[in-house]
């Protein structure tokens, strides 16, 4: 009954009908208004449009814009932004959902994505499933990860090099590193500016290739008393001792930075300095080739939300250095929710709930908006995605193959293993997504 009420209050009284509405996050629907049964609950952003003689007035994350279009516009109405999602992620084990994450994009209204991996926690096929996608849709961007154990590929220490060229020649547009994810950081057991990781920096800079990292996490999850319970049950407490303190992730990042200062970074989560507005000033200040991503950590939107006014302004100083994401991945269900949070604190100019916490929305114009939902992307990782190259993702499914042949010589107390305790699942995801690329270079042959 509390969405009946809010909805009583943003529609204007001038306004015709219900257009459509989601109950179910999968499906439009589109009752004649009077049926509609308000006991029972909605999807979030359940309304998508009203009418009014004839034209639309379409609704966008319960903003109003409207638009002199008529009804059969409609299906062809996206958004107005053309937004890209910078930040999602492909986890599912079986490929059989890639029709899902495309599902998902409609859902949100997103014209493109791009798909980070996560390869740099041990997830093997992490890389070339993301490749697979960028050729089943090929709009969408996709970052590739590394590899720690270096199996096959050279005697014993890992050659970062070597694997970021391999990356380019796949065709990634970029990297994402996981790696300054503390539980990640400590298994690596290596500072992120360690000289092991130089030539592959190096290499990122000359080549203007943007890297996503993911570094530290909020600073509450130092602190037992202020760590949310859902961060303690993921086991994220870093308070133990055995975890580097979180002022050292920022250290190393800045060690990375002053070796190679044309490099183009792009740090996840809004490099968690929510708390700290000064120091986000700081950091984009001193570095000009870094942005930061707004993906939730919802913990940003309520940070931001204790002062409205100061936030706006830093949105408004910084407009070039802000970028859209979501963490949208195949296996979570609030993918929408998350999207419209993300996409309400930009566009409402007031109050909404999210996630049961009221969050006040910046309500930015919509040249500053423009630039956060696509084009600082664009600038950081090209105007249009790269080619996959179908030649070498086949070879990078043999060298995946061999790897999970031999996953009992390697060292698999170094990341997280349990990912492939199931050999049989990993052969079958290997399996799929070779059959993928095999498909694709026989189509593109005819
Ligand atoms: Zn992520």
Not at 126 to 145: D, E, M, R, S, T
Not at 196 to 219: C, E, K, L, N, R
Not at 223 to 238: H, R, S, T
Not at 356 to 369: C, M
Request: hydrophobic fraction near 35%.
């Amino acid at each position: 009954m509390g969405q009946y009420a809010q909805m009583e209050k943003t529609i204007p009284s001038n306004i015709g009908g219900i257009m459509g509405y989601r109950r179910n996050l999968d499906k439009y629907e589109y009752p004649d208004p009077e049926e509609i049964d308000f006991s029972k609950p909605l999807a979030d952003l359940a309304i998508v449009g009203y009418i009014q003689n004839n034209h639309i007035i379409r609704q966008s994350s319960m903003k109003f814009y409207l638009e002199n279009r008529s009804i059969q516009d409609m299906n062809t109405m996206k958004n107005s932004f053309g937004i890209i999602d910078s930040h999602e992620h492909v986890l599912l084990n079986t490929f059989a959902q890639s029709e899902e994450i495309s599902q998902i994009w409609d859902k949100c209204s997103f014209d493109s994505a791009c798909l980070l991996s996560t390869q740099g926690i041990g997830y093997i096929t992490q890389n070339i499933k993301c490749l697979l996608l960028k050729i089943k849709y090929p709009h969408v961007y996709a970052f590739g990860g590394l590899e720690h154990y270096q199996f096959n590929r050279s005697c014993g220490k890992p050659d970062y090099l070597k694997q970021i060229k391999r990356m380019d020649a796949l065709g990634f547009d970029g990297v994402k590193m996981i790696e300054g994810k503390p539980i990640v950081r400590q298994k690596l057991n290596k500072r992120l500016d360690d000289g092991m990781f130089d030539a592959f920096y190096s290499y990122a800079q000359d080549h203007s290739i943007t890297i996503t990292f993911h570094v530290a996490d909020p600073p509450t999850f130092w602190n037992k008393e202020l760590i949310p319970d859902w961060a303690l049950k993921e086991g994220w407490y870093y308070g133990t001792g055995e975890y580097i303190p979180y002022r050292q992730f920022y250290e190393e990042i800045e060690g990375i930075l002053k070796k190679h200062p044309n490099l183009k970074m792009i740090l996840a989560h809004f490099f968690f300095l929510s708390e700290d507005i000064n120091e986000a000033k700081r950091f984009l200040n001193t570095y000009p080739n870094i942005c930061f991503d707004l993906t939730p950590g919802t913990e940003m939107y309520f940070n931001f939300t204790r002062d409205t006014d100061r936030w706006r302004q830093f949105f408004s100083d910084y407009q070039d250095r802000l970028i859209f994401g979501t963490d949208i991945t195949d296996e979570d269900t609030n993918n929408l929710s998350t999207s419209n949070l993300a996409r309400n604190f930009l566009e409402m100019d007031e109050t909404f709930v999210a996630f049961g916490v009221n969050v006040s929305g910046l309500g930015l114009d919509k040249p500053i908006i423009q630039k956060i939902y696509r084009d600082n992307f664009l600038r950081m990782a090209g105007d249009r995605p790269k080619r996959v190259c179908i030649k070498e993702a086949i070879a990078e499914c043999q060298w995946v193959k061999e790897y999970i042949d031999n996953l009992e010589l390697l060292d698999l107390s170094y990341f997280d293993s349990l990912l492939y305790q199931d050999k049989d699942k990993a052969y079958y995801e290997l399996r799929e997504i070779e059959q993928g690329f095999i498909k694709a270079s026989k189509s593109a042959l005819e």
